[in-house]
């Protein structure tokens, strides 16, 4: 039952047929492995194999069936291992104990050459191929045996045991080409190439970040060097000199961002390979959105504050600033707010101070070309852990045109609004009223001072920075207002 299984499954119909038969049946495999022809041996057969069926039907009548036979040539051009000149292995030595054990004629060459000594020195006939006969050359010493024959290396040694017609050992240091070694290398001392820049250690030197200018470069060993930028080569100007490349930036003011810098480079010894370096310009830049946390809060409360990724910001620091004062004073003023946790990241955790009614929390991205600041204008409405105090009644209060302000824009105004208690009295009304407001800048210098009879006061005159507006109630209260220039 097997032999028409077998049949079937390779497809063999015959075969399929013959194994149903009665009588007894043979399978006979024969199989001739030949060594590697000679290079100009016609007859280049390497294998042949053959497979048969015999059945003898009711035990008399033989028939037999070849169920595949197959050869196998040698590629033309291809030598033969057993006789061109190597490096030997001495296969019986190795043997040793263990040939009692194999069948005789098993070795049939003892020293078997590996690697031709005419492919181990590459050696060329008039820079092209060699013949075959060349193989069976001596090479024996330092020196091709006919002035046709060139190797690729400037100097070479094939040795060969003395007062015999053999090389040594393959890969092998004997004293003799040890030595010849040795005065080769002290010679020469850059006869070996360092060529590890331009396979694990291939990279671009310098750093990753470029405020206003700075020089890039690669391996000195490189004797071509072409650079070229593939993302961001509007926001920089280039200038090569061979294996470094200086990049300044065009426009400082540019949000921050992202360039890529390429290279390749390659020399005689080493070949050739690309590298790209990513480099960030700039200082960090915030996105649009806000900070997030509560703008209304009171003394003694907790709460916590988040500001968006900056780009390019290695580093966070968060501050309150008072108006005249900021947490980052030292020391510190009394009753300021306290943060808890998340210095350093972009969220933190506070306990809400009592120094100010206003009070404007600031998160400051940094990076080594500068900083960008994200901020939140905070009401502070009372003492008391949040659960009383509120606005006191009857105080009057600023209407500030924008917050923050455009330096030197017209439309910069404050509006003095009447308290709501105001009882509408003639001394409210009429234009013996007057209107004064102080402003100071975050050092709490005096910048500005007016008393009028109109309630609006235009400030396009106000630089950039932070300025604290002071204000009298008609109740004697003085009351402060923030306000940020930009």
């Known amino acids: 039952m097997a032999t028409p299984f077998i049949g079937s499954q390779i497809n063999d119909p015959t075969l399929n047929f013959l194994g149903t038969l009665l009588g007894s049946s043979k399978y006979f495999f024969d199989i001739d492995l030949y060594a590697n022809p000679e290079v100009y041996a016609t007859n280049r057969e390497v294998y042949w194999g053959k497979i048969r069926y015999e059945k003898k039907l009711l035990w008399l009548i033989k028939i037999s069936h070849t169920i595949t036979e197959r050869s196998k040539n040698a590629p033309n051009g291809y030598l033969p ?60 010493g330092g020196n091709t045996p006919e002035p046709a024959l060139t190797s690729g290396f400037d100097n070479f040694i094939v040795d060969f045991m003395p007062n015999t017609p053999i090389n040594n050992a393959h890969i092998s240091f004997q004293p003799r080409n040890g030595d010849w070694l040795a005065n080769e290398l002290e010679e020469e001392t850059n006869l070996i190439e360092d060529c590890s820049a331009f396979c694990s250690n291939a990279m671009i030197y310098g750093r990753w970040d470029l405020c206003s200018s700075r020089t890039f470069s690669v391996t000195s060993v490189a004797t071509s060097v072409t650079w070229w930028l593939s993302e961001g080569a509007d926001l920089v100007t280039t200038s090569i000199n061979g294996n470094e490349i200086t990049l300044t930036v065009n426009n400082n003011n540019n949000p921050n961002s992202n360039i890529v810098l390429n290279a390749t480079y390659s020399s005689p010894k080493c070949g050739s390979v690309t590298v790209s370096k990513t480099i960030n310009v700039g200082k960090p830049t915030y996105p649009s959105t806000q900070m997030s946390g509560d703008d209304s809060v009171y003394a003694g409360q907790y709460r916590t504050y988040s500001v968006p990724v900056a780009q390019g910001a290695t580093g966070y620091h968060w501050y309150f600033d008072y108006g005249a004062t900021s947490s980052d004073d030292n020391p510190p003023p009394a009753n300021g707010w306290e943060i808890q946790s998340g210095q350093g990241t972009r969220n933190i955790s506070v306990k809400i101070g009592s120094i100010n009614s206003s009070v404007i929390v600031v998160c400051k991205a940094s990076n080594i070309c500068g900083n960008t600041i994200k901020y939140l204008y905070v009401t502070v409405g009372g003492n008391g852990g949040g659960s009383g105090g509120g606005s006191v009644p009857c105080q009057g209060t600023l209407k500030v045109s924008s917050n923050p302000m455009e330096s030197g824009s017209s439309t910069n105004k404050i509006i003095w609004v009447p308290d709501p208690c105001d009882d509408g009295g003639p001394e409210r009304t009429s234009n013996t009223q007057y209107f004064s407001i102080e402003i100071y800048d975050r050092y709490y210098q005096k910048v500005y001072s007016q008393k009028q009879h109109n309630p609006e006061f235009e400030l396009k005159n106000l630089k950039h920075g932070f300025y604290i507006v002071k204000y009298q109630t008609k109740h004697g209260s003085t009351l402060t207002e923030k306000i940020l220039v930009k």
């Open 81 to 140: 291992f057993d006789t061109y000149s190597g490096g030997y292995y001495d296969i019986e030595n190795t043997i040793g104990d263990y040939s009692g054990y194999l069948p005789s004629n098993t070795v049939v060459n003892p020293r078997y050459g590996f690697i031709p000594v005419v492919s181990a020195l590459d050696i060329k006939r008039n820079n092209g191929n060699v013949n075959p006969a060349d193989y069976l050359k001596n090479y024996a």
